[in-house]
């Protein structure tokens, strides 16, 4: 019997088309060019003055869906990982159907924070490996800067906005290989934001509305669970890092990239690196990363990839991919 692989066929990106350098957020907060660098590696972050999250996943999937060479009648599924919808209900998945003009088929939002798009692509691959569904779109986007406090220069340097799309679709080339994926919620405190609507509250934007970080133990935390999964990933697949064409982390900051790095002895050669220019796009950053390097020629068709991400919740993953 022939196996069936969910293949990755085309991806796309979104980035607003305002920059928000490092210079720019001198003038904002307490805080200079050569701290933002040296702490997180970041340059600069796009913001999403005047586009919302589904403005700029319809952007993302459409190109994707150009890339892949599909139109909206071949769209199976529909899976959108965001922490910032434009609503709370319908969720993303049925927003962005409507705008694409898809009728009738599964429409998914999904939240687990920075690892939403990892999360997505697991659900999406096991559909299709099961045969439910032959084309799925899966798309990370997120507009993190309406949830920051600009006064805060702990976290309002970091963040951008963005979205990065794919198409996976069913093939008897190998494709998305295995995902792994974990949580543990007894780490909320250390990377949340509080405001919900379960909590009483009628907007995001309040006093309480801000994210709150605990820098220095989600650095550690992080590190240590990227590389877990890694490890975890090379393990279930009898793998060692030297089968890895590249990596492509989750970009929340250089620093847990390069120790990530560091921790599985990848060389930063083969680690694809956006953060620079995108800042923490949460869980648009993994499929931001991967457009990037796909369209710039760095991964080729047949290169083996390995995606990873860590998040608020905390949340963690992997996806090992033949591209």
Known sequence: MTKTYSRITGTGRCNPPKILTNFDLEKIVDTT??????????EQRHVAEDMTTLDMCEEAAIKAMDAAGVTKDDIDAIFVGTTTPDQIFPNMGCLLQDRLDIHGCMALGMEAACTGFIYALAVADKFIRCG??????????????????????????????????????????EGIISTHLHADGKYKDLLHYPAGVGKGLSTFQT???????TGSEVFKTAVRQLGNVVVETLEANDMTNEDIDWLIPHQANLR???????KLKMPMERVIQTVQIHGNTSTASVPMALDVAIRDGRIKRGEMLLLEAFGGGFTWGSALVRY
């Open 132 to 173: 439910d569904i032959k084309t799925a779109l899966v798309v990370g986007g997120e507009r993190i800067t309406n949830l920051l406090d600009w006064s805060d220069r702990a976290t309002a340097v970091l963040f951008g906005d963005g979205a990065g799309a794919v198409i996976l679709q069913a093939s008897e080339e």
């Open 33 to 42: 060019d050569e701290w933002i660098r040296t702490r997180s590696g970041i």
């Open 256 to 262: 847990i990239i390069q120790a990530t790095a560091k």
């Open 207 to 213: 006093d309480e509305a801000k994210i709150h970080m």
